[in-house]
């Protein structure tokens, strides 16, 4: 059982936005800056989206958009296209003995 | 081109002892702080360990403390992970990564990874 809770699976239509969760506790997501988001296309190396909540890397799409309310982290796609289908995850620092945790990830089918 | 190139993995008896190597190119590794993640077949992603840019700061997942260790050789731009005691639950894809962020700033946040390379426990 992962230590952040995501939904296992979210759809949209091309065009559409959907917001995926991440639901941690005080010892994670609601006391540390260092949450992130990462995409994972089937057989491939994950592929960082967003850290620090809400910042995006050099080359990341601004359709991608994380924020945070309390324990929960958020991450929203707008404007879906077809090649964002894929499993995305969540992380995030902890002050549990494993410092970084990891959401069970949630699949996305873009329909 | 800035990548991790990892070598290492196959398969391995149970209780046996595997070094896994994550090499760069394309940018200096001993500026990021590094990481190892593994992914078991069909599962989500899973930290392993992590080391600091001079290695001086080290820390290791719950399920991994004691049977493993992560060091790097910044002269030789590269990473490593001993795994020892190996057993079934450690079959994996392992993954290196970088941080984000350079020097002593530990985001936390993998931005460019390895391929991953493939650990089977089995007899």
């Known amino acids: 059982q992962s230590a952040l809770t995501q939904p296992a699976s979210v759809s949209g239509s091309p065009g559409q936005s959907i917001t995926i969760s991440c639901t941690g506790t005080?010892?994670?997501?609601?006391?540390?800056?260092?949450v992130s988001w990462y995409q994972q296309h089937p057989g491939k190396a994950p592929k960082l989206m967003i850290y620090?909540?809400?910042s995006r890397p050099s080359g990341v799409s601004n359709r991608f958009t994380g924020f945070r309310s309390g324990n929960t982290a958020s991450l929203t796609i707008s404007g879906l296209l077809a090649e964002d289908e894929a499993t995305y995850y969540c992380?995030?620092?902890?002050?549990?003995?494993?410092?970084?945790?990891f959401g069970g990830g949630t699949n996305l089918t873009v329909l | 081109q800035v990548q991790l190139v990892q070598s290492g993995g196959g398969v391995v008896q149970p209780g046996k002892s595997l070094r896994l190597s994550c090499a760069a190119s394309?940018?200096?590794?001993?500026?990021?702080?590094m990481y190892w993640v593994r992914q078991a077949p069909g599962k989500g992603l899973e930290w392993v360990a992590s080391i600091s840019h001079d290695g001086g700061n080290i820390n290791y997942g719950d399920s991994v403390r004691g049977r493993v260790t992560v060091s790097r050789d910044n002269s030789r731009n590269t990473l490593y992970l001993q795994v020892n005691s190996l057993r079934d639950e450690d079959t994996a894809v392992y993954f290196c990564a970088a941080d984000v962020a350079p020097m002593s700033t530990l985001k936390y946040a993998m931005d460019v990874w390895g391929q991953g390379t493939s650990v089977t426990v089995s007899s």
């Open positions: 992380s995030s620092y902890s002050s549990r003995s494993s410092l970084l945790v």
């Open positions: 620090d909540v809400t």
């Open positions: 005080s010892r994670d997501i609601g006391s540390y800056q260092h």
């Open positions: 394309g940018f200096t590794l001993g500026i990021y702080a």
